[in-house]
C-alpha cells in the first residue's frame, strides 16, 4: 500500500494559523476514524499530537487540532510559536490490519 | 511514567542479521499493542510492524516489505520486546523505534531508536 500523502512543506509567521493536510483512500483515511498525528524535532523521537482524528493526548496544547474530511485528514496549528518548527507526520489504520504514514510535512515558523 | 529503551542496532553487512531489544518500564508489555516503526536517514516514518497483547493471542502483523524478513516477538519475564532482522537490505539502513501503540490512540509513547546500518 502506498504512504498517505502530505504536503512536504508548511510555513506561517507567528500568531498565524497553519494547516497541513493528509490525503489517503477509502481503504485507510476515509474508512477509518483511526488518523494520528506526530510532531517531531531532529534527532528526536515523534511524539504524539492528535489521536482518533480529533482527539488530543494531556499534555498537547489546544493550539493543535485535527479534522477529516472524506479521504483527506487536516492537522491545524493555531497561534504559531517558534517550536512548533518541526516535521509532522499523519498516520492511519489501514484495511486488512495495516498502519500507514504519511510522508512527513516540515513545517517553518517564519 | 512509561519508557521505552531500544538497543541491539549496529553496522551489518547485506545478507545479515540482528535482534533489536525493547525493554519497557512504567508498563507490562503483555498488557498492550506495541509496534516498531523505522526511519531511514534523512527520510520519513515507516511502519514495520506490530504485536497484539497477551489476551488477544499475540499475534502479529507486518509492513509487506518486511513480511518474511522480520520477526516481532516478546519475553514477558524480560518485559522485553524483540524485532529480529533478517536479510538484511541497504534499504533496511534507519533508525528503528518501538512504540506502544493501539488502533485508536495511535503510537503514545516511543523510545528513543537504535541505528541499523547496512553496508558492506
Request: proline share 4%; with cysteine; aromatic share 10%.
Amino acid at each position: 500500500q502506498s504512504a498517505l500523502t502530505q504536503p512536504p512543506s508548511a510555513s506561517g509567521s507567528p500568531g498565524q494559523s497553519v494547516t497541513i493536510s493528509c490525503t489517503g483512500t477509502s481503504s485507510d483515511v476515509g474508512g477509518y476514524n483511526y488518523v494520528s498525528w506526530y510532531q517531531q524535532y531532529p534527532g528526536k523521537a515523534p511524539k504524539l499530537l492528535i489521536y482518533e482524528v480529533t482527539k488530543r493526548p494531556s499534555g498537547v496544547p489546544d493550539r493543535f487540532s485535527g479534522s477529516k474530511s472524506g479521504n483527506t485528514a487536516s492537522l491545524t496549528v493555531s497561534g504559531l510559536q517558534a517550536e512548533d518548527e518541526a516535521d509532522y507526520y499523519c498516520t492511519s489504520y489501514a484495511r486488512s490490519d495495516n498502519e500507514l504514514f504519511g510522508g512527513g510535512t516540515k513545517l517553518t515558523v517564519l | 511514567e512509561v519508557q521505552l529503551v531500544e538497543s541491539g542496532g549496529g553496522l551489518e553487512k547485506p545478507g545479515g542479521s540482528l535482534r533489536l531489544s525493547c525493554v519497557a518500564s512504567g508498563i507490562t508489555l503483555s498488557d498492550v499493542w506495541m509496534s516498531w516503526v523505522r526511519q531511514a536517514p534523512g527520510k520519513g516514518l515507516e511502519w514495520v510492524g506490530r504485536i497484539r497483547k497477551q489476551a488477544e493471542g499475540v499475534t502479529t502483523d507486518y509492513a509487506e516489505h518486511v513480511k518474511g524478513r522480520f520477526t516481532i516477538s516478546r519475553d514477558d519475564s524480560k518485559n522485553t520486546l524483540y524485532l529480529q532482522v533478517n536479510s538484511l537490505k541497504s534499504e533496511d539502513t534507519a533508525v528503528y523505534y518501538c512504540a506502544k501503540y493501539n488502533t485508536a490512540r495511535g503510537f503514545d509513547h516511543w523510545g528513543q531508536g537504535t541505528l541499523v546500518t547496512v553496508s558492506s
